[in-house]
């Protein structure tokens, strides 16, 4: 099966500044997730979007759904050192296929 | 808080040995899942279980099987590890009604000498 991608690979930002990591996927969704992975808590839930869903907020998190390009993403606002982690996307389709994008090694630097 | 353990952190096996690998969850979760996490590769999921007795093949079932005997435990087994299964295993759980969100272990680290 297809992975989902996403970009870019690795980001590198200073402390406050805004990050933004996109995801593509291939098949129609029934939502899109996305996922933090770092070394002190493992991989933890974010944010979910439903295919009928546009925007949704989260605290510092925004994520967007744009099912006619089938992509997603995900904003992190005034981003602190703590928020230095691998992001994931996860896709599900309506059959509860799941498929997991590569990740986002996402660096804030104080 | 939910909470998802994993029978080891690190586990050495050589080639050839079967290997289980246990997945426990305290929350009465119906669903279980089993993925591997290579760098490049992002999770690839192996196997799931909606309930108790139930599996379904995920995108990269071959070498590997589960059991599913009890609610609460999730089972992956390599019946003849190769080295091409070093990997992080990464056992998860999610609840059928809250759905969606999915709890995960801390990872197992598998290597296969």
């Known amino acids: 099966s297809q992975q989902g991608e996403e970009d870019p690979q690795a980001l590198s930002i200073q402390e406050g500044e805004n990050a933004t990591m996109n995801c593509s996927y291939k098949?129609?969704?029934?939502?899109l997730q996305w996922y933090r992975q770092n070394s002190g808590r493992g991989l933890v839930h974010l944010i979910l979007i439903r295919s009928n869903e546009r925007e949704k907020h989260s605290g510092r998190l925004r994520v967007t759904l744009d099912t006619s390009k089938k992509s997603s993403s995900l904003l992190i606002t005034a981003s602190r050192a703590a928020d230095t982690a691998s992001y994931f996307c996860?896709?599900?389709?309506?059959?509860?296929?799941?498929?997991f994008g590569e990740g986002t090694q996402l660096t804030v630097n104080p | 808080d939910v909470k998802v353990t994993q029978s080891s952190r690190y586990l050495v096996k050589r080639t050839g040995e079967k290997v289980f690998l246990e997945c426990v969850q305290d929350m009465d979760h119906e669903n279980m899942f089993w993925y591997r996490q290579d760098p490049g590769l992002g999770l690839r999921l192996i196997y799931f279980?909606?309930?108790?007795?139930?599996?379904e093949k995920g995108d990269i079932p071959e070498g590997y099987s589960v059991s599913r005997e009890k609610k609460e435990r999730f089972s992956l087994i390599l019946e003849s590890a190769s080295t091409n299964q070093t990997s992080m295993y990464l056992c998860a759980s999610r609840s059928r009604q809250t759905i969606y969100e999915q709890y995960f272990g801390p990872g197992t680290r598998l290597t296969v000498t």
């Open positions: 279980s909606y309930d108790v007795k139930m599996k």
């Open positions: 098949t129609s969704i029934n939502n």
């Open positions: 996860l896709e599900e389709t309506s059959g509860s296929r799941l498929t």
